[in-house]
Every structure is written in structure tokens, then in C-alpha cells.
């Protein structure tokens, strides 16, 4: 047999972590690497946070998994709090952040259907966005590398730049149900909208009596310094997707919506047979006890500007690597000159530093936001050392 145990559609480098050590993860070989992947922005409290390893193991002794058919204190609870923290009135709990912008999709669509409009099903999507791996999310992304060999595509999506207001606009039609947008986006190249496209975007949801939906998924859950990423605009979406750091490393993802956007998401219409299971629901409520206030929030953004600001300094020592610094709070982003992967790849095997390549020729930075300034420290000594081996290297 040829094929591997695991299905290879990962190119799996050569280090294989087995342990976490808050915000270090440790290889079978007992090196020590220091983590600004966190998971790909999951781990926002680390490997190894004491509450959050507490609620798991105290909730998993009493009851891991019921069905959605019964009544459930945990999904409540949970959903009060979130609810309480943002726009919305109600939130359906998943497993994945492809399942929250599944269900934000569906609950778009529903709206629609619901007020008659059953012609209204197209969102307008955004260039080199990742909305996740499923056909609908693959279906809404325009990135070739993702559709290869899953043709034909679902039908509903209308792809236009991002950060392009008049080109939204332009877009809208007697189809369109809204607009499905990441306010940064993660693997397109750590790329904030503006002000401007994003005030846009809601007044035309308004006008058109649109859905804007948002995708934050990577940048929602406290990674901006904001408990969400919208808050950085002064707007509110109707509906909204949540996972990685929702569940700080446990399966779990969300999708948010206000009462006028849900009216369509009526008994029948949706479900999941793990989504909200009273173990997922622990650790979304350990979690939510670290990052669901001002304070956390406010260290946050002082971390991410320490990073930023020290980035910024540093970049200009390799004017023929990096070209810019780019991104808000902790999920930022080093656009180079070169190919990103090598150099991330350069950093892992010798220096032990873990970062995530990423669209647009940039590497990000998205580390447990429990970072503090000897991390900090130790990121810049690593990066250092690796930037100029590289150009050693680079050469030669």
C-alpha cells in the first residue's frame, strides 16, 4: 500500500509536536519551538491554561454528549454570554468555522425565503478570501487552488475585489441576499478593510434590505483587540461566523445573528448532531471567562503594537526580504519580497520558530494572545537570527 494512514492532503513538515507548554510547543525530539502559529490563531490561551484544562476535565466527568433533541443549561449559558457581549440575539453552536459560515450562508438564504424573496440567494463574495474547505465555502472563495478537481461549483456566488466599495455596489442584483466578507483577511494576506468599504457595505445591506454577513473566523474572539473585528468599524452585521479561538483549541464555532436575520431559521430548517455538546460548551465558557472584558481586550492591543512596532523597526534591515507590516491587534502580517513558505519554513527547522505562510507573498504572526513582552523578546531574537541566515542563504 502507497497511501499513507493519514489521507496526504497535508504537506506535513518534519517537526511532530507532542506536548504544549503555555506558549512553546515541544517536538518528539525535545526541542523547545516558540509558537506564533498558535494552531493557526486557535490557541488563543495558550497549550497548557489551567482553567480552561479544568473546565474540560470537570465537564467531561459529568457529561460529554447529549442530543439537541433535549433541553441544554450549557448552550444557554454560553449563548447568553456571547449574545450579552454583541450584536446578537441568538447563536447556533458547531464544530468548525466552515460549519459557522455554512450555517451563516443557510441563515442568509433563510431571511429571504422566509420574507417571500425566494429569488434572493446570491452573496457577493471577495477576492482571495478563505471561507473554509466545504463545497458551499470553496464554492464562495475564487481561489482556483481550492476548486481544482470539486467542479462543478455551487451556484449563489459573485466574487469582486476586495476593499472595493463602487465595485460592491456594481455588483448587487435580483439575486443578490448580501454580502459575505472577512473584516481582515487571514490567509489572503492579513488584510484589513477599510473604514470606508465596511461602513459601505452596511449602508448597502441597508438600503437593499441585504444581509452582511460577517466571516470572523480568524479574526473574531478577542485576536484584533477587539472582542470582535467589526467593533474596529463602528458597525453591526446581521449575521456573523466565529470558531478557532472560541473553543481555544477545543472543536467548537459559532454563527451569530440578530433576530431579523434568524426569523428564516426556523424547527427543522438546520442542526448538528455535535454542535453545542455540553463538553465544547465548557471550554467555550473557560475561554470566555479569560478574554470577555476590557482588560484583556486592552492587553491585547499593547502586545500587538509592542509586536508591531518592533517589526516595523526591523523590516528595514532586510529592505530586499520584507516590504510591510500590516494587521490589527495580535493578527499581523510581514508582506515579503519572496516566497513566504521558504522562509517559514527557514524559521521552524532552524531557529524553532513557528509562523504561517499565507496569500499575497505574506507570513503572519498570529500567537496565543496571552503573549507577553518575553515572548515578545524571544519572537524578535528568533526572527533576527532567521532573517539573517536566510539572507545568507538567499545568496549563496
Known amino acids: 500500500m502507497s497511501i499513507t494512514p493519514l489521507m496526504p492532503v497535508y504537506p506535513r513538515c518534519a517537526f511532530r509536536p507532542v506536548k504544549g507548554d503555555h506558549c512553546h510547543l515541544i517536538g518528539e525530539d525535545g526541542q523547545r519551538y516558540l509558537d506564533f502559529a498558535a494552531g493557526i490563531a486557535v490557541n488563543i490561551l495558550g497549550h497548557s491554561h489551567k482553567g480552561l484544562i479544568g473546565a474540560i476535565q470537570r465537564q467531561a466527568e459529568t457529561l460529554m454528549h447529549v442530543s439537541n433533541l433535549y433541553g441544554s443549561p450549557q448552550g444557554e449559558s454560553l449563548a447568553s454570554r456571547i449574545v450579552d457581549l454583541t450584536f446578537a440575539d441568538t447563536v447556533f453552536f458547531t464544530n468548525s468555522g466552515a460549519e459557522a459560515v455554512e450555517c451563516a450562508i443557510k441563515t442568509a438564504r ?10 434572493k440567494y446570491e452573496l457577493i463574495t471577495f477576492k482571495n478570501a478563505f471561507h473554509g474547505r466545504t463545497m458551499a465555502t470553496i464554492s464562495a ?5 481550492m476548486h481544482k478537481g470539486f467542479l462543478p461549483l455551487l451556484a449563489g456566488f459573485k466574487y469582486v475585489e476586495f476593499d472595493d466599495l463602487e465595485a460592491a455596489k456594481a455588483a448587487i442584483g435580483p439575486n443578490t441576499a448580501g454580502f459575505l466578507v472577512e473584516p481582515v483577511q ?3 494576506g492579513i488584510r484589513p478593510a477599510s473604514d470606508e468599504f465596511m461602513k459601505g457595505l452596511r449602508a448597502l ?6 444581509m452582511l454577513v460577517l466571516d470572523e473566523v480568524q479574526c473574531g474572539y478577542a485576536r484584533t483587540g477587539k472582542f470582535f473585528a467589526y467593533e474596529h468599524y463602528g458597525i453591526e452585521p446581521d449575521i456573523l ?3 478557532k479561538g472560541i473553543g481555544g483549541g477545543f472543536p467548537l464555532g459559532a454563527c451569530l445573528a440578530t433576530e431579523k436575520a434568524a426569523r428564516g431559521m426556523v424547527i427543522g430548517t438546520h442542526g448538528s448532531t455535535y454542535g453545542g455538546n455540553p463538553l465544547a460548551m465548557a471550554a467555550g465558557e473557560a475561554v470566555l471567562d479569560v478574554v470577555g472584558n476590557e482588560e484583556f481586550l486592552a492587553q491585547v492591543r499593547t502586545m500587538g503594537d509592542k509586536l508591531r512596532a518592533r517589526l516595523e523597526q526591523f523590516i528595514g534591515n532586510y529592505p530586499e526580504l520584507f516590504e510591510e507590516v500590516r494587521g490589527k491587534g495580535l493578527m499581523l502580517g510581514v508582506k515579503m519580497k519572496v516566497e513566504p513558505r521558504g522562509f517559514v519554513a527557514h524559521l521552524r527547522d532552524n531557529h524553532q520558530l513557528l509562523t504561517v505562510s499565507g496569500g499575497d507573498s505574506t ?3 498570529v500567537p496565543p494572545l496571552v503573549i507577553d513582552d518575553g515572548h515578545v523578546e524571544e519572537f524578535m531574537e528568533r526572527l533576527s537570527a532567521g532573517a539573517a541566515s536566510f539572507a545568507v542563504a538567499e545568496v549563496q
Open 110 to 119: 433563510a431571511y429571504h425565503s422566509h420574507v417571500g424573496n425566494d429569488h
Open 141 to 145: 472563495s475564487n481561489q482556483d487552488k
Open 186 to 188: 487571514g490567509e489572503g
Open 205 to 210: 445591506a441597508d438600503e437593499h434590505d441585504l
Open 241 to 243: 461566523a466565529s470558531a
Open 363 to 365: 507570513f503572519r504572526l
